[in-house]
């Protein structure tokens, strides 16, 4: 066993980020699960997560707006408890590509090109997807 590695722990959160290539796509699931009883710390992260990805999926915004402008929504739950994730929120979808395709993404890092959301793009967040249905 490398030191590195961790066992898994049923009194421990796992996160996995994990992903394939199939003829008919590509697949990229990150999922965050516990195998025994979360303590009260792990209960509120998990749900200040989970409502940063709720807010950003019921967000509406005008023609224009980046990914990087929409990210801080993702994120202000967690904020107002001093805690934070340092990943990017969402991304393209791809096929035989980057699964991160762009050029657009949801991210609290200032992206090369500042490519604003448009109806045609697909973004995911988390177990959502965004749609351009959501700008006013």
């Known amino acids: 066993m490398v030191e590195s590695c961790a066992e898994l722990d049923p009194d421990s959160m796992y996160l996995f980020d994990s992903g394939a290539q199939y003829l008919d796509g590509t697949t990229d699931i990150t999922r965050t699960v516990h195998f025994g009883k979360p303590t009260s710390h792990e209960k509120a992260c998990y749900t200040a997560v989970l409502k940063g990805h709720i807010g950003l999926g019921n967000a509406r915004f005008p023609t224009g707006t980046t990914g990087h402008i929409l990210d801080i929504l993702a994120r202000v739950p967690l904020w107002k408890d001093g805690l ?12 035989y590509l980057n699964v991160h395709e762009g050029p657009h993404q949801i991210s609290f890092r ?7 959301l448009q109806p045609s793009m697909t973004v995911t967040d988390g177990k ?3 749609f351009g249905t959501h700008l006013l």
Do not use: E, K, Q
């Open 84 to 95: 934070h994730y340092r990943h990017g929120t969402g991304h393209g979808i791809g096929s």
């Open 110 to 116: 200032p992206p090369a090109r500042n490519v604003p």
């Open 128 to 130: 959502y997807l965004i």
